[in-house]
C-alpha cells in the first residue's frame, strides 16, 4: 500500500462528495478543503488514525459552484505531525 493514495467522487444517491484515502501505517492525519483564495473552507479530519482505508463524506452542499482543493496531511502519530506526506488536488463543484 503506498504511504497515502488520494480520490474524490461524487455520489450521486446522497449528494455529497467522498474522498478516499490510505494508510499503510498509524499516522496523524488531516484533511482540509480549501478555496481558491487558499481559505480553510471545512477541516474534516485532524486526528490520528491506523493503517487502513478510509472514505469521509464532504457535503458540499452550502457551498457555491467553482474550484476547491482538498489537502491530505499525514505523518508520525507518536509526535502528532502531519507533514510526513502531503498531496492536494482539486476538486469541482457543479451545481
Known amino acids: ?9 461524487r455520489n450521486q444517491s446522497i449528494s455529497t462528495d467522498s474522498i478516499e484515502f490510505a494508510l499503510p501505517k498509524q499516522s496523524h492525519v488531516k484533511l482540509e478543503i480549501f478555496n481558491t ?3 480553510r473552507v471545512t ?3 485532524n486526528e490520528t488514525r491506523s493503517a487502513g482505508y478510509y472514505t ?5 452542499s452550502g457551498l457555491p459552484s467553482g474550484v476547491y482543493f482538498y489537502r491530505l496531511q499525514a505523518g508520525d502519530a ?7 506526506f502531503v498531496s492536494t488536488k ?4 457543479l451545481r
Open 78 to 84: 507518536s509526535t502528532g505531525s502531519a507533514q510526513n
Open 56 to 60: 469521509e463524506n464532504f457535503d458540499a
Open 43 to 45: 477541516a474534516l479530519v
Open 90 to 93: 482539486k476538486l469541482i463543484l
Open 37 to 39: 483564495l487558499s481559505q
Open 1 to 9: 500500500m503506498p504511504f497515502a493514495r488520494i480520490n474524490c467522487f
